[in-house]
C-alpha cells in the first residue's frame, strides 16, 4: 500500500482523503441517528462498510505520518465537515417520528383538531387551564418529514400558540403511522 501512496501526487491524496472522510463521518451521522431510531439493521449496515472505509483511510493517514503531517490537518477538517454534512443528510433524510405538542386558546381546538385531523393526523385534544384563559392542549405523533407542514397549519389558526417538538422512539398501536 506504501508504494501505492507514493505513487499518487499529494494533492490528489489529501483530495482523496479529504472527500473520503467526510463520505466516512455522513454515513457514520446516519448510522447513529438510525440506531437511536430502532432501525439496527440499517444502522449496522452502514457501520461495516463505514468501518471498512475507516481502516483503509486510517492507514492511508498514518503511513510516513511524521515526513507529511499535513495528512492530518486534512483529515481532521473533513472530520468536521462530514459531521456537518451528515447532520444535513440526516435532516433531508426526515429519520422517524415526533411528538408536537400545542397549546392554544380553547376557542381555537376544535377547528384546529378537524384541520389536523383531515391532513390525516392522529390528534388527541384535553382540556386545560391557562393564566388567564381555558386552553386545549393538542398532542399528534408525526413523521419528522411532517413537521413544516404540521406548524403551519397550527400556527394559521393561533398566532401566539406554545408549540413543542420532542423526538420519541418507534412508538406502537395508536392511529395512523404508528407501528403494529
Same mark, same amino acid.
Given at each position: 500500500m506504501g508504494e501505492l501512496l507514493n505513487s499518487i501526487h499529494p494533492i490528489v491524496l489529501y483530495l482523496l482523503i479529504f472527500f473520503v472522510k467526510i463520505i466516512e463521518v455522513a454515513m &457514520? *451521522? $446516519?448510522?447513529?441517528v438510525l440506531i437511536t431510531k430502532g432501525e439496527k439493521l440499517k444502522g449496522a449496515t452502514i457501520g #461495516?462498510?463505514?468501518?471498512?472505509?475507516?481502516?483503509?483511510?486510517? &492507514? *492511508? $493517514?498514518l503511513t510516513d505520518i511524521t515526513s507529511d503531517p499535513?495528512?492530518?490537518?486534512?483529515?481532521?477538517?473533513? #472530520?468536521?465537515?462530514?459531521?456537518?454534512?451528515?447532520?444535513?443528510?440526516?435532516?433531508?433524510?426526515?429519520i422517524g417520528t415526533v411528538k408536537i405538542?400545542?397549546?392554544?386558546k380553547k376557542i381555537h381546538g376544535k377547528d384546529l383538531t378537524k384541520a389536523l385531523r383531515q391532513t390525516g393526523l392522529a390528534v388527541t385534544a384535553i382540556d386545560a387551564y391557562g393564566r388567564d384563559d381555558r386552553k386545549e392542549i393538542i398532542y399528534m405523533h408525526v413523521p419528522r418529514r411532517s413537521v413544516k407542514k404540521t406548524l403551519t397549519i397550527i400556527k394559521s389558526f393561533q398566532?401566539?400558540?406554545?408549540?413543542?417538538?420532542?423526538?420519541?422512539?418507534?412508538?406502537?398501536?395508536g392511529y395512523g403511522i404508528l407501528r403494529r
Open positions: &457514520a *451521522t $446516519v448510522r447513529i #461495516f462498510f463505514e468501518v471498512c472505509i475507516w481502516v483503509v483511510l486510517a &492507514a *492511508t $493517514v499535513f495528512k492530518v490537518v486534512v483529515y481532521a477538517l473533513a #472530520f468536521a465537515i462530514g459531521n456537518f454534512v451528515g447532520s444535513s443528510i440526516e435532516n433531508k433524510l426526515a405538542e400545542a397549546i392554544v398566532k401566539d400558540v406554545v408549540i413543542t417538538v420532542n423526538d420519541i422512539r418507534p412508538i406502537y398501536g
